[in-house]
């Protein structure tokens, strides 16, 4: 059975900074993974989208990585801004639908 | 339309009251899914259609959760004889790919259910 865990589970950081999120998956046989953002009271927004042939992903200020035979996966946020503070969730599809972490809190501080 | 919409936003019922919820998907997408999300977690896969059938329900918890696409496009989550534990927001989401693969997924807003 797929899990999959993303740490860390909640982070701080001041405006400006240049941040890491983690995202790790137990089963390697993977389609994609995607990341998502979550702001309070919401749906979820795509963020990038990485083919299991894929390495990486980048929009903007963030870039995606995707190792698959570690089972492994980071987001990297350049520059961060206040209006980044949300919710990213990291998820993989594979014999299942999208299977989701938990999250990563994070809040970018003025 | 130009996004999955998704009726109602807030439901709130009394514990063994029956409840549906409606998801109307983007346009032409084929695939559709439904998840539930408590507090602090992770959204949780419940049923996923490809067309009208649905292609994998082995996420429903049980048999009060039971969920339609007679069309192909509009579906409806149903959820019989409601217990406090089914409150939380159930979302749904979109594709517009076949296959195992599910492409990127567009989620709607969701609907949050409270059973009192």
């Known amino acids: 059975k797929q899990e999959v865990t993303q740490i860390p589970a909640a982070l701080s950081v001041p405006e400006g900074e240049n941040l890491v999120l983690n995202c790790s998956f137990t089963d390697s046989a993977i389609y994609n993974l995607q990341w998502f953002r979550q702001d309070p009271g919401k749906g979820l927004t795509s963020l990038l989208l990485?083919?299991?042939?894929?390495r990486e992903q980048t929009s903007g200020r963030l870039n995606a990585s995707l190792d698959k035979s570690s089972g492994r996966s980071t987001l990297y946020i350049a520059a961060s801004q206040p209006g980044d503070s949300a919710t990213y969730l990291c998820?993989?599809?594979?014999?299942?639908?999208?299977?989701f972490g938990k999250g990563t809190r994070l809040s970018v501080i003025a | 339309g130009a996004g999955v919409s998704q009726t109602p936003s807030n439901k709130v019922t009394e514990k063994g009251k029956y409840v549906e919820l409606r998801c109307d998907p983007i346009s032409g997408h084929t695939a559709l899914y439904w998840y539930r999300q408590s507090l602090g977690q992770g959204p949780e896969f419940l049923i996923y259609?490809?067309?009208?059938?649905?292609?994998?329900d082995s996420g429903l918890p049980n048999d009060r959760f039971f969920a339609v696409r007679p069309e192909g496009s509009v579906s409806t989550l149903k959820i019989q004889r409601t217990e406090r534990g089914d409150s939380a927001v159930y979302l749904c989401?979109?594709?517009?790919?076949?296959?195992?693969?599910?492409?990127?997924?567009?989620f709607g807003e969701g609907s949050r259910l409270t059973v009192l």
């Open positions: 990485i083919q299991s042939s894929q």
């Open positions: 259609f490809q067309g009208t059938g649905a292609a994998d």
């Open positions: 989401a979109s594709s517009s790919w076949t296959g195992s693969n599910t492409g990127e997924l567009f």
């Open positions: 998820a993989v599809s594979g014999n299942t639908p999208l299977v």
